[in-house]
């Protein structure tokens, strides 16, 4: 399905404000109430919309810190990749996970307390990650920018 200018728009005002009603959503986007929910409803059937979440303040969560971790893994054989991919997923503490291409194998997002709390999360699970020859760790001073929104 190719995506219209109504389910843009739809898309669009949901990914800023999902917690609307579809009364509210359908006035945004000039359409009924009926014809929204619809549009809706087959975006999701169809994968455009997968979830809807809350997101949470991270400094209200006792989580301010924000550290990029660069890995690099001792080999590149699948059984490698496989077994650091499915440990990695267990750490609570990192957001993200991204597979890269470049000098580092992977690129994740973790969160922490402090300086003394990441130094847990990094001897605790990073350091005992299976297949991780080594680790670069950077520090968010501050964030910029920030959003979930795909530009549409």
């Known amino acids: 399905m190719t995506l219209d200018p109504t389910d843009s728009r739809i898309l669009s005002v949901l990914q800023k404000r999902g917690r609307m009603s579809n009364a509210e959503l359908a006035e945004d986007v000039n359409l ?21 979440v809350a997101l949470l303040d991270s400094r209200m969560m006792g989580r301010p810190t924000t550290v990029f971790v660069e890995i690099t893994l001792s080999g590149q054989a699948d059984e490698v990749l496989d077994a650091f991919e499915k440990a990695v997923a267990r750490v609570p503490d990192v957001l993200e996970c991204h597979l890269m291409a470049g000098t580092a ?21 990073l350091a005992t990650l299976p297949g991780v020859a080594q680790l670069q760790s950077s520090f968010a001073l501050r964030t910029v920018r920030q959003t979930t929104a795909l530009p549409i």
């Open 32 to 52: 009924s109430a009926s014809a929204c929910h619809r549009r809706v409803q087959r975006l999701e059937k169809e994968g455009y919309i997968r979830d809807y």
């Open 105 to 125: 194998d992977y690129l994740l997002k973790v969160v922490a307390g402090d300086t003394e709390d990441f130094a847990r999360i990094h001897r605790k699970h």
